[in-house]
C-alpha cells in the first residue's frame, strides 16, 4: 500500500503562531495564563495547555469572576466589544489573532468609514466571523451560499470579505454573482493562501486515492471543508481526530490512501495516523 501525506497538512502559520505564544508564555511563568475560547481547534492541545495550568475562558461573563492575568487571544481574534471589555478587567492582553484575520478587521474598519455595507462569506457561528462582525460599524451580511446574497438597491456601495477558510469555489461563485447583481462592489478575497493551497492539494489527493483520510477536531471549520472536498472525489474518505479513531471506523488496506490534515492539527498526529496505517498494513 502507497501512503502519500499532503505537503500542506498540519499547523498553519497562524495556529502555530498562538500556540507558540502559549509556549512562550508558560516559559516565562506567567500565571494565571488564559485563552479565551480555545487556542486551536483541536482537543489534545487544547488538553495538553490544561494540564500545564492554562485555563480557557468562554465568555466575557467567565472572565469577569477569573483572577487578572495573561490572556492570551486565539488565531481567530475577538470582537471590538469584547477586547476592550478584557482591558477593563485588568488582563494583560496578548493579541494572538492572525495577521490575515486582523488585515479583515482593517477592511470592515475602512468600509464602515467609506460607506459601504460588508457582506461576509462564512459560518455565522464561527469564532473568527464573529468576531469580524464585531469590527463592523453597521450589521454586515453573512453568507455562505449563493442563495443567500442579499436584496439591496443595485448602487448599494459594498465590500465583500470571506472567514480566512472558506471554501474557495463557493466563494468564487458568490462573487460572481454578486457582480451581476450590484455595480459598486469591492471585492477582497481574505481566504487565505495556506488555506487555497491545502485544499486544492486535498482535491488532487482524493481525486488519485482509493482511500483518503482527513484528520483534524470536529469543531475545526477547515479541517471539515477538507473532507468535503476529499469525499467529493473520493467516496472512501475517512473524517478522523487521531489514529485510534480510525481503527474504530474499520479503515481497510487499498492500494494507495492519501492523508491530509487541518489547519489545527499537530505534526505528531499526522504522524501517529501515517505510522499506524503503515505498520497494520
Known amino acids: 500500500?502507497?501512503?502519500?501525506?499532503?505537503?500542506?497538512?498540519?499547523?498553519?502559520?497562524?495556529?502555530?503562531?498562538?500556540?507558540?505564544?502559549?509556549?512562550?508564555?508558560?516559559?516565562?511563568?506567567?500565571?494565571?495564563?488564559?485563552?479565551?475560547?480555545?487556542?486551536?481547534?483541536?482537543?489534545?492541545?487544547?488538553?495538553?495547555?490544561?494540564?500545564?495550568?492554562?485555563?480557557v475562558l468562554h465568555s466575557l461573563e467567565e472572565a469577569q469572576t477569573a483572577p487578572p492575568g495573561t490572556l492570551v487571544i486565539r488565531s481567530h481574534g475577538v470582537s471590538r466589544a469584547e477586547q476592550e471589555r478584557m482591558e477593563e478587567l485588568g488582563f494583560d492582553l496578548e493579541?494572538?489573532?492572525?495577521?490575515?484575520?486582523?488585515?479583515?478587521?482593517?477592511?470592515?474598519?475602512?468600509?464602515?468609514?467609506?460607506?459601504?455595507?460588508v457582506i461576509i462569506t462564512g459560518d455565522p457561528r464561527h469564532p473568527e466571523v464573529r468576531a469580524i462582525t464585531g469590527w463592523c460599524g453597521q450589521t454586515p451580511f453573512v453568507i455562505g451560499e449563493e442563495a443567500e446574497i442579499p436584496d439591496l438597491p443595485a448602487d448599494t456601495p459594498l465590500l465583500l470579505v470571506s472567514q480566512t477558510t472558506f471554501m474557495l469555489e463557493k466563494f468564487q461563485k458568490i462573487v460572481e454573482n454578486i457582480k451581476k447583481k450590484y455595480y459598486n462592489v469591492s471585492v477582497v478575497n481574505t481566504i487565505c493562501h495556506a488555506t487555497q493551497k491545502r485544499q486544492q492539494e486535498a482535491e488532487e489527493l482524493a481525486a488519485a486515492a482509493d482511500a483518503m483520510i482527513v484528520i483534524g477536531g470536529k469543531q475545526?471549520?477547515?479541517?471539515?471543508?477538507?473532507?468535503?472536498?476529499?469525499?467529493?472525489?473520493c467516496a472512501n474518505t475517512y473524517y478522523v481526530q487521531s489514529a485510534e479513531d480510525l481503527d474504530h471506523q474499520g479503515f481497510v488496506p487499498v492500494r494507495v490512501v492519501g492523508i491530509t490534515a487541518g489547519a489545527s492539527t499537530p505534526k505528531k498526529i499526522i504522524e501517529e495516523v501515517q505510522n499506524f496505517v503503515g505498520s497494520k498494513f
Open 1 to 55: 500500500m502507497e501512503i502519500r501525506v499532503a505537503g500542506t497538512a498540519g499547523f498553519c502559520f497562524g495556529v502555530e503562531r498562538a500556540v507558540e505564544r502559549v509556549e512562550s508564555l508558560l516559559r516565562q511563568g506567567k500565571t494565571p495564563l488564559y485563552t479565551y475560547g480555545p487556542i486551536i481547534h483541536n482537543e489534545q492541545v487544547v488538553e495538553d495547555f490544561a494540564a500545564r495550568g492554562v485555563r
Open 95 to 117: 493579541d494572538a489573532t492572525c495577521p490575515f484575520v486582523k488585515k479583515i478587521h482593517h477592511l470592515v474598519q475602512q468600509a464602515d468609514e467609506d460607506g459601504r455595507q
Open 220 to 233: 475545526s471549520s477547515n479541517t471539515a471543508k477538507l473532507a468535503e472536498i476529499c469525499e467529493a472525489h
